[in-house]
């Protein structure tokens, strides 16, 4: 079982950054790939960004592109996502999830993802 923790929420005036950080731990015989997602209050969870841990490649929701950058370390099984020029519609609880065998096609579809962390928030000031 695959567990994800992630950190690195908070509050920040509009135009500050973030740096939200997710860990796995136990056991995973897979990662294909591993995203952010998140929700915002009344909102449907949305698809924010990911990436594919071979070669690396990303994909962003169009309204992130520019302002967040979505990477890896391959030595451990992690993920993070530097926030820059932050907005107030930025604001929600964010999500990093694990896809063990996925298709890139669908990386942005939740049901892509087994794995999931519990959320962190991030709240962004006007």
């Known amino acids: 079982q695959v567990q994800l923790i992630e950190s690195g929420g908070g509050l920040v005036q509009a135009g500050g950054s973030l740096r939200l950080s997710c860990a796995a731990s136990?056991?995973?015989?897979?990662?294909?790939?591993m995203g952010w997602f998140r929700q915002a209050p009344g909102k449907e969870r949305e698809f924010v960004a990911a990436?594919?841990?071979?070669?690396?490649?990303?994909r962003y929701l169009d309204s992130v592109k520019g302002r967040f950058t979505i990477s890896r370390d391959n030595a451990k099984i992690a993920v993070y996502l530097e926030m820059n020029s932050l907005k107030p519609e930025d604001t929600a609880v964010y999500f990093c999830?694990?896809?063990?065998?996925?298709?890139?096609?669908?990386?942005?579809?939740?049901?892509?993802?087994?794995?999931w962390g519990p959320g962190t928030q991030v709240t962004v000031s006007s």
């Open positions: 990436i594919r841990w071979s070669g690396g490649i990303t």
């Open positions: 999830a694990l896809d063990p065998y996925g298709s890139w096609w669908y990386v942005e579809h939740e049901r892509e993802y087994d794995y």
């Open positions: 136990g056991r995973t015989d897979s990662t294909y790939a």
